[in-house]
């Protein structure tokens, strides 16, 4: 099958979309499939001369963040080139920006199916623009995006019921987030986890608690902190870490050095994605305070790397935060603390939950992704064949 992915970021950035996108893509080639893909042009991608990429030159935007968003300036004639010469059968978008409208252009120029995954539920994000009636604008551009599409994929069933509020007419289906399970399970190299605990003073002693994710409100970053600020009076050997980039960054660091607690929070910026495994290698606890998740990578990612797993109450985490089992889902902050504090203090509850979560993050291989993935196209294009 060839297969034409659609998106609007592209490495050196790193981030969940850019992560499960070319992971599915690497696994799809592997299972023999051909997969293309049109983005941005960065600065230091390493697809140079590249003849399966299409990338096009972009106009920066700020979004709080060092690592590069862009609006990628697309050329309708280039793409249906690219597409023609590669045989594309079906079109896969994983945007809502400009190569996602590029997505639907060239599949009605072209006479091929498109599908779109939603990775995102952007009423989350309406702190980004004030002067936006954020709810309205949303919902009437995304079904404008999604008009012509034959299939909307939602990577969890609180996105699908989201979706299909907004439009009711289109086919969902679920199709849950893959990571390449292997990075996670060991195999760590001790070079990266000694200058990870040398650069920010992280003895063996020190019991880490680790947050992976966008710096960001709707990620509640500081509501964490205030959660865990009791335990971290508490308990002098408690490391809160947080490993991400956004906008919420600079304003924490902030207040941590006003509250005297700078030693014990370590904010670390942004993280090229290739040394995160060291980060979770040397962590005790994963834990996040987010209500704003679709199906998070970073939690798939700290299950396979056996970390137990504490997380606000949320339709997002179901199948992956399994209460008493792998893990624990609180309904307020208050209570983030106390099962951090108790998965600490029992090392048999630690031990046991760590291994559970080792067998949930085996559900969510990239390798039954892309499978899931190929289960769709199927159905799509036959569906297209009959008309």
């Known amino acids: 099958m060839n297969i034409a992915?659609?998106?609007?970021?592209?490495?050196p950035m790193k981030n969940g979309v850019v992560t499960v996108v070319l992971q599915a893509r690497d696994a799809l080639v592997r299972q023999g499939h051909h997969v293309v893909i049109v983005s941005v042009d960065t600065a230091h991608h390493p697809y140079t001369g590249h003849d399966d990429f299409l990338l096009f030159p972009q106009i920066s935007l700020d979004f709080g963040s060092k690592q590069g968003y862009g609006y990628a300036l697309t050329r309708k004639k280039r793409v249906v080139e690219f597409l023609t010469r590669h045989r594309i059968d079906i079109v896969h978008s994983h945007t809502e920006f400009a190569?996602?409208?590029a997505a639907g252009k060239a599949a009605r120029a072209l006479g091929i199916p498109r599908v779109c995954t939603?990775?995102?539920?952007w009423e989350d994000y309406a702190h980004y623009f004030p002067l936006l009636k954020m709810k309205p604008v949303v919902r009437t551009y995304f079904r404008r995006y999604l008009k012509g599409a034959s299939?909307?994929?939602?990577?969890?069933?609180?996105?699908?019921?989201?979706?299909?509020?907004?439009?009711?007419?289109?086919?969902?289906?679920v199709v849950p987030n893959g990571i390449d399970i292997q990075r996670f399970k060991g195999n760590i190299r001790e070079e990266a986890v000694r200058e990870i605990r040398e650069r920010y003073r992280l003895s063996p002693?020190?019991?880490?608690?680790?947050?992976?994710?966008r710096m960001g409100p709707e990620k509640r970053i500081e509501e964490l902190y205030e959660a865990m600020k009791p335990l971290l009076k508490r308990n002098t050997a408690v490391r809160l870490v947080y490993v991400g980039d956004g906008p919420g960054f600079e304003p924490l660091a902030r207040r941590v050095k006003a509250e005297g607690l700078n030693d014990r929070v370590i904010l670390t910026g942004f993280v090229d994605w290739e040394k995160i495994a060291a980060f979770y290698?040397?962590?005790?606890?994963?834990?996040?305070?987010?209500?704003?998740?679709v199906h998070p990578i970073t939690t798939l990612e700290a299950a396979a790397a056996g970390l137990p797993l504490v997380c606000r109450r949320d339709v997002s985490y179901?199948?992956?935060v399994r209460e008493g089992e792998n893990g624990f889902q609180v309904d307020d902050d208050a209570e983030i603390e106390e099962k951090v504090a108790l998965l600490l203090e029992d090392t048999a509850l630690r031990d046991r939950m760590a291994a559970a979560s080792r067998g949930v993050a085996d559900e969510y291989s990239i390798e039954r992704h892309a499978e899931r993935l190929v289960e769709v196209y199927t159905r799509v294009l036959a569906n297209h064949r009959k008309g």
């Open 281 to 293: 290698s040397i962590a005790e606890v994963f834990v996040s305070a987010s209500l704003s998740e």
């Open 118 to 121: 939603a990775h995102t539920m």
């Open 151 to 173: 299939l909307l994929i939602a990577p969890s069933p609180k996105s699908a019921l989201y979706f299909r509020e907004i439009t009711p007419w289109m086919e969902t289906v």
């Open 205 to 213: 002693e020190h019991r880490v608690v680790l947050f992976v994710g």
């Open 99 to 101: 190569t996602g409208f």
């Open 5 to 11: 992915f659609f998106m609007d970021c592209f490495p």
């Open 318 to 320: 179901e199948g992956v």
